[in-house]
């Protein structure tokens, strides 16, 4: 549904016709249009800066939020628990993306929730939340990249990681440039779930399902590779596990298709955060 205010110069005569008005006037106006009725009851002053299919985004950004406040206080509890050595380079690694994600979400909520107050929210927090989350992914392909490469699985001296560092970095780059692009011209002041309307979204779906490929053949070859059998399996799990976090975004492109437009942002969102917390367990 759609909703137009029309200010025309006119008014009714005697004959209760509109007539085009002569008389030179500023007008001040303050109009605030709201979704729903601000003087119910049952009306949440939360809600009334969304549309009908954005109800609930503030619930979901601070369940999300919460979530990633968990896994920051489990990961931070099991780095203080080893004692006398230094953690693994891996865990560090992982302390720093999972520092990243909570920091983001946490700017992306403010965000949310100064938009559910005033219908603009904070756009230096959606900025800086949007860059966090996507430095956070590509820091996470970089780890994942490292292990299926065999690093800190085998002395340093027989893995090769330059290669992988260079071609890592040219990824992100490209990436990150295509989410800049993607981000300077979009019109939603809350968050773009759908990277199926623009090239810059197919260039970075096609990223994505590049780097799985790579990472599906680093891992074969690491399998190949192992002579135990069971940390064979475990690589193994790891790669079926973490390839369907690479390739997640796709498989969500071809189930929007067949949700309303009415529930597809939230659904959308939601499935998204589920599998953002869910990789980091």
Known sequence: ????????????????????????????????????RPGSRAASSLTLQ??????????????????????????????????????????????????????????????????????????????LGEILRVAGIEVLWLLLLLLSRGWELYPKTAVSLRSCFIAWSIFAAVYFLLFIFNFIYLFDVLHEI????????????????VLALWFLAEIRKLILREKNEERAAFVAHIGAGFLVWFVYLPGLGVIAMFISQLWRFKIILGLCFLIRSFDML
Not at 21 to 33: K, R
Not at 106 to 117: D, I, K, P, R
Request: charged share 15%; net charge neutral.
């Open 50 to 127: 969304f549309s009908f299919d954005e109800q609930d985004t503030l619930e979901i950004y601070v369940v999300t939020f919460v979530t990633y406040l968990v896994l920051f206080w489990i990961m931070s509890h099991g780095l203080q628990l080893i004692k006398g050595r230094a953690p693994p380079e891996r865990l560090r690694l992982l302390n720093v993306i999972i520092v990243m994600k909570t920091t983001g979400i946490a700017l992306q909520c403010l965000n949310v929730y100064v938009f559910s107050l005033d219908g603009q929210g904070l756009f230096f927090a959606r900025v």
């Open 194 to 209: 759908d990277v199926f309307s623009s090239w810059p979204g197919y260039g970075q779906l096609f990223v994505r399902i």
């Open 1 to 36: 549904m759609f909703r137009y205010v029309v200010l025309v110069a006119c008014n009714l005569d005697t004959a209760c016709k509109w007539v085009q008005s002569n008389t030179s006037a500023v007008l001040d106006y303050d109009i605030w249009l709201t979704n729903g």
